[in-house]
């Protein structure tokens, strides 16, 4: 399971509720994608979601 470095944050479970109501089980993936980032004067390569990675351009 993708996981992301920064947050922490991982996919989600639920069910699926078409018009019958009938329910089945469904995983949301996160938008985990390989980045390099700079840390401690040094280019590291993590995997970060989506969120994080705007979140690190702003910075």
């Known amino acids: ?3 992301c470095a920064g947050c922490g944050k991982g ?3 639920g069910n699926n509720r078409p ?3 009938k329910a089945t089980r469904t995983k949301w993936s ?3 994608q390989k ?3 700079f840390e401690n004067g040094r280019s590291v ?3 970060l979601c989506s969120s994080c990675i705007k979140t690190l351009s702003k910075v």
């Open 1 to 3: 399971m993708a996981k």
């Open 11 to 13: 996919p989600q479970f």
């Open 19 to 21: 018009w019958s109501k």
């Open 30 to 32: 996160i938008n985990v």
């Open 35 to 37: 980045v390099k980032v």
């Open 45 to 47: 390569s993590k995997k």
